[in-house]
């Protein structure tokens, strides 16, 4: 069993759990720099708890994921649709000024689409897509098997 410092994982993970939590919350990045702190608080208590039959990234981005929800219940905001203009502000700009407007209309068109789909459904494309976790991760992280 290989043994892992928490700053070691700061330094690999904080900005895939930074991300995660912006897209949970939409574009309110202060209140994400406080999760992720929240994150790694927790992290520090129960460190002993891991059990490495998982990544510790998966790991982290569970603990990440009950502390947003926690987070949302309380402010009694229920994972609500996110807009194109909240989702587009994790993209960086362009050098070049037209392939960014072009881009980002592009973009606009595909997070007006992704933003039909039931919440679990984009939060799915967000760990295969944006995480690069693999489907058994996935579904560790959403708890549900693997087949839905």
Same mark, same amino acid.
């Given at each position: 069993?290989?043994?892992?410092? &928490?700053e070691?994982?700061?330094e690999?993970?904080?900005?895939?759990?930074?991300h995660y939590l912006?897209?949970?919350?939409?574009?309110?990045?202060?209140?994400a720099?406080?999760?992720l702190?929240e994150?790694f &608080?927790k992290?520090c208590? /129960?460190?002993n708890?891991?059990?490495?039959?998982?990544?510790p990234? +998966?790991?982290l981005?569970? &603990?990440a994921?009950?502390i947003?929800?926690?987070?949302?219940r309380?402010?009694?905001?229920?994972?609500s649709? /996110?807009?194109?203009n909240?989702?587009?502000n994790? &993209?960086s700009?362009?050098?070049?000024p037209e392939?960014d407007?072009?881009?980002r209309e592009e973009l606009?068109k595909?997070?007006t689409?992704l933003s +039909?789909?039931k919440? /679990?459904?984009r939060?799915?494309l967000?760990f295969?897509v944006?995480?690069?976790l693999?489907? /058994?991760? +996935?579904?560790a992280?959403?708890?549900?098997?693997?087949?839905?």
């Amino acid at each position: 069993m290989q043994k892992y410092s &928490i700053e070691k994982w700061f330094e690999e993970y904080h900005e895939d759990i930074y991300h995660y939590l912006l897209y949970i919350l939409g574009d309110h990045a202060g209140e994400a720099e406080d999760l992720l702190q929240e994150v790694f &608080i927790k992290v520090c208590k /129960k460190i002993n708890t891991f059990k490495y039959d998982s990544s510790p990234k +998966t790991w982290l981005i569970s &603990i990440a994921r009950n502390i947003a929800f926690d987070y949302l219940r309380k402010r009694r905001f229920l994972f609500s649709k /996110k807009s194109s203009n909240d989702m587009h502000n994790l &993209i960086s700009p362009y050098d070049n000024p037209e392939k960014d407007i072009l881009e980002r209309e592009e973009l606009k068109k595909l997070f007006t689409i992704l933003s +039909t789909l039931k919440p /679990k459904y984009r939060e799915v494309l967000f760990f295969k897509v944006h995480q690069e976790l693999s489907t /058994k991760e +996935t579904a560790a992280l959403m708890e549900c098997s693997e087949i839905k």
